[in-house]
């Protein structure tokens, strides 16, 4: 996948040594031929078969790894704003927690790695993997931020790129029918300068726009904003700030939908983050398509990664793919009307606002004068039993059916 803004692709390396401790990477995960079942075996002049066993792996193997998200099987996708990994034991913690809750995908926010002379470094922790994105440099030089995934070893198989698009995006393409594109985001606070929020939008919305439609995609993330009741339907957050604005925007953009926000659930499991005061909010969110809403089965906050120490709690949702297409509701009456037809009949359209007119003055004096709401209501469902009466309906369209030739 290439994508048009600074970003670059590294390929997993056979080792290398990060902060002087050696790091224990697998082999570079990639994309294994297939052996079809169908040859098309060629002759020489000679009449030998220069192919005889069909297609070669590519890799050795005949066989494909086990795709990452299946029709019968749950997934585990998670975000989590770890305000840091660097102390001992804390990355091993996370992957002993990712673990027991069989979590093969975890989006990393502030883990505060800082290797500038690498784009992109690789740690192992148990049968766990953490990919990094460089964390930065404030003005008093200490390191802030960063963004990563730490990937389970079913993840790790169907891995075929990372692209590390800025210190705040980072991006994993996964293989499998369709492929999967999983996004790392963390978005500058509420109170940060516009200029850096319209700057982390502008490199959001040019990964997302290069996303193959019909990829499964992911996008999860700290993003600091506030969803209120008037933009989501279940959310903890009494209102929305700017941050969630530019995310209601973003969202509406390119048709997504928060699955933390799509699920009716107490108040004690829509909370992400706690203030140092005690106050808390929802600010992580897991981001899908919205064709790809039946196959998110659940989606909530969780305390169970507390012993991390980070201020925020863990965001995860379950995921078994659904290749079914959404059941279409069915049409209002009024729209099979043929109102074309109507509009240039005038003695129609005079006809109907009479009929209508008397039906209407024969309930009158069952209606309550002072109610609005029922003398509307009436109203209504005297029009459409009308219009079903006595005006055309519009007509069926016919499949083309190819002529038959004696």
């Known amino acids: 996948m290439d994508f048009t803004i600074n970003c670059t692709r590294v390929p997993i390396p056979e080792g290398t040594l990060f902060e002087g401790v050696p790091i224990e990477i697998g082999p570079a995960p990639a994309l294994p031929g297939l052996k079809s079942d169908h040859t098309s075996p060629r002759e020489d002049n000679d009449g030998a078969t220069t192919n005889p066993q069909g297609r070669v792996a590519l890799d050795g193997k005949d066989e494909r790894p086990k795709q990452l998200f299946k029709c019968r099987k749950y997934t585990i996708l998670s975000t989590l704003n770890t305000r840091t990994l660097q102390p001992k034991g804390r990355l091993e913690e996370l992957a002993h ?22 784009s992109i470094m690789y740690r192992s922790a148990g049968s766990y993997q953490l990919i990094t994105s460089s964390a930065t440099k404030n003005t008093s030089g200490s390191t802030i931020g960063g963004v990563g995934f730490l990937i389970s070893s079913r993840a790790s198989e169907n891995l075929v790129s ?21 996004i790392c985001a963390y978005s500058p606070h509420n109170s940060s300068p516009i200029e850096d929020m319209n700057a982390f ?7 997302l726009t290069n996303v193959p439609a019909h990829n499964i995609l992911a996008v999860l993330g700290d993003f600091n904003a506030k969803l209120g009741p008037d933009v989501q339907k279940f959310t903890f957050n009494e209102s929305t ?31 992400t983050f706690e203030y140092p005061t005690g106050a808390k909010a929802q600010l ?9 809403r ?23 949702v379950t995921i078994k793919l659904s290749l079914r297409s959404s059941k279409r509701s069915k049409p209002h009456p009024m729209k099979s009307i043929d109102w074309r037809k109507v509009a240039q009949d005038k003695n129609l359209s005079h006809q109907y606002a009479v009929e209508v007119k008397n039906r209407f003055e024969l309930l009158h004096d069952e209606i309550n004068q002072d109610n609005v709401d029922e003398s509307y209501t009436t109203l209504s469902k005297l029009t459409q039993e009308v219009a079903e009466e006595m005006l055309p309906k519009k007509a069926k369209s016919t499949k083309y059916q190819p002529q038959k030739f004696a």
């Not at 939008?201 to 990964?207: F, N, T």
């Not at 700030?241 to 699920?263: A, K, Q, V």
């Not at 992580?284 to 790809?292: A, G, M, S, T």
């Not at 998110?296 to 169970?304: E, G, I, L, T, W």
Request: glycine share 2%; hydrophobic share 35%; proline share 3%.
């Open 97 to 118: 927690c990712a673990k027991s809750t069989n979590t093969d995908i975890i989006a990393i926010q502030e883990h505060r790695f800082f290797h500038p002379d690498d």
């Open 201 to 207: 939008y502008a490199d959001l919305r040019s990964v």
């Open 284 to 292: 992580d969110y897991i981001l899908f398509r919205k064709k790809w």
């Open 294 to 316: 039946n196959s998110v089965k659940d989606s909530r906050s969780y305390s169970s990664f507390s012993s991390i120490g980070s201020d925020h709690r863990i965001v995860s």
């Open 241 to 271: 700030n700017r941050n969630g604005e530019l995310l209601t925007d973003l969202m509406d953009e390119y048709n997504l939908f928060s699955s933390n926000c799509s699920f009716m659930k107490p108040r004690s499991r829509l909370w």
């Open 162 to 182: 990372v692209e590390s698009i800025s210190s705040r995006i980072l991006v994993l393409e996964l293989h499998g029918n369709p492929k999967s594109t999983i």
